[in-house]
């Protein structure tokens, strides 16, 4: 079992970038397959000069699996994760809800207890994203 948090930035915005912070929560199958769930949210903070404002609230399920790790420890290393959810998006203040789809891919440094996990993921709505994971194994 493992919990992160992260921090990203994400095309969550028609012609900017948003910060957000993420939530991680995974149980390991095996040495190279793992189940989990992640919880994003982000704040197009550049669109309310334009006046629009939209936070954004992506939940997630994920299914990583594992290709290698160069320090051998299970569940860590590099990885493809497949993520599926729904994003709600208040957009000046209306709620609307959309399918989301991506993929995501990272490597996870890991020792006995924590771990660092620089990632990349693509899909829809957001598009494009790229951050970095901390987190506690158990």
Do not use: W
């Not at 949210?41 to 939940?59: F, G, H, P």
């Amino acid at each position: 079992v493992a919990l992160g948090v992260g921090i990203e930035m994400n095309k969550n915005s028609p012609e900017f970038f948003a910060p957000a912070a993420s939530l991680l929560f995974d149980f390991s199958l095996g040495r190279k397959f793992s189940l989990g769930a992640r919880v994003n949210l982000s704040y197009d903070k550049e669109s309310v000069k334009v006046n629009n404002q939209i936070y954004t609230i992506e939940a997630l399920a994920t299914m990583r699996l594992y290709i290698s790790a160069m320090n051998g420890r299970p569940v860590s290393g590099f990885f493809i994760e497949a993520q599926g959810g729904q994003s709600f998006l208040y957009v000046n203040s209306q709620l609307k809800n959309v399918f989301n789809a991506g993929v995501c891919t990272g490597y996870r440094f890991s020792t006995a207890s924590l771990y660092l996990e620089p990632q990349v993921r693509f899909g829809y709505p957001y598009l494009i994203g790229a951050g970095v994971t901390v987190g506690l194994k158990f």
